[in-house]
């Protein structure tokens, strides 16, 4: 059965059939309940694509995501990601990832933009200037960043306060005696590792202590990097006191590599890991830097999401929630 016929049958207009099926407020509940029942009882089903040509909306948010070695195992990932989709589901909508390139991502968001084949975007892993971020606040399709960037160009967004956090890491650690403090850095093209790493350099030297250049290893995003990132630091002499790692997929790798060395965690040397990983992994409860509810976070991006596209102005859809330390056995006092 189609649309037209569903209407006949029922006596009224085709579009207030598809009104009532599609939940328009200007339907009366007495004829939306007349039309959902009659649909339910001849087993009509709406053509999606017809439907999407005639309200011009996908029902699709979509993330175009250069899919790292690591990110299917990081439950952080996951976590928000899951947050995305109960938020879309409680709408009926869904979650488009498409995976791509890292040279060919910029291009995809271009064919996104052209075909209209979402409703909206979520850009992930912000960029100091992010060419993606600059190239959709200009072309109108709604977005919101995962994440802040240096863009100029008023666009939503949501993130941690990678700041404050990295405040926290480095006073928890000063409070305890140490001035030899590492820090193991995501790439610092990504904003999130690069605000951490201005953060914590400045940090030291509210506190009369210069960074040492040699104790500063970027580039880490995944466990390799972070284990060769870790040994690299134990081979100096003196090995620094504290270590801060940014991101737990390498907290992971430096964990292992101080157990691979001997090394007495929270004894020999302190450690903090910005954001959560599994005890099991790492052998101990680590100190770590929480960003709390990733789940609700995902969930948080979509109804901002959904606000754009409703009309609030970008510059009105701006969230900064704040990290916590989580205590844990990786620190102790010099």
Not at 53 to 74: C, E, F, Q, W, Y
Not at 209 to 228: E, Q
């Amino acid at each position: 059965m189609n649309l037209k016929t569903l209407a006949k049958n029922l006596g009224i207009s085709e579009t207030t059939v598809s009104r009532a099926l599609n939940g328009y407020p200007e339907v009366s509940e007495r004829t939306r309940e007349r039309v959902l029942a009659a649909a339910e009882l001849a087993g009509y089903r709406p053509n999606p694509m017809a439907r999407s040509l005639a309200s011009g909306r996908t029902k699709l948010v979509g993330i175009i995501h250069p899919l790292l070695p690591n990110d299917l195992a990081d439950p952080m990932f996951m976590q928000i990601v899951g947050g995305m989709v109960g938020a879309l589901e409680a709408r009926q909508m869904d979650l488009m990832m498409a995976p791509v390139s890292v040279e060919n991502e910029l291009r995809a968001y271009q064919h996104m933009v052209k075909e209209r084949r979402v409703d909206g975007l979520i850009v992930g892993r912000t960029r100091l200037y992010d060419e993606r971020v600059a190239y959709l606040a200009k072309h109108g399709l709604p977005f919101v960043a995962h994440g802040r960037t240096r863009v100029n160009e008023a666009h939503a967004w949501f993130d941690y306060d990678n700041e404050s956090g990295m405040h926290i890491a480095v006073d928890h650690l000063l409070e305890h005696g140490h001035s030899r403090i590492a820090l193991i850095s995501a790439p610092l093209e990504m904003n999130f590792a690069r605000q951490r790493f201005d953060s914590f350099k400045l940090r030291l030297q509210a506190a009369g202590i210069k960074p040492d250049a040699r104790l500063l290893i970027d580039n880490t995003i995944d466990r390799r990097s972070g284990y060769l990132a870790m040994q690299a630091l134990l081979a100096l002499q003196p090995a620094p006191s504290a270590v801060i790692i940014d991101n737990h997929m390498s907290g992971v790798g430096a964990m292992r590599a101080l157990l691979d060395a001997g090394v007495r965690i929270g004894q020999d040397m302190s450690v903090i890991v910005w954001g959560q990983m599994e005890d099991s992994l790492a052998g101990y409860k680590v100190t770590t830097i929480d960003q709390p509810n990733p789940d609700k976070a995902g969930a948080k991006m979509i109804e901002m999401l959904l606000a754009l596209q409703g009309g609030t102005p970008p510059s009105d859809l701006q969230e900064l929630w704040q990290p916590v330390l989580l205590p844990g056995e990786t620190v102790s006092r010099v």
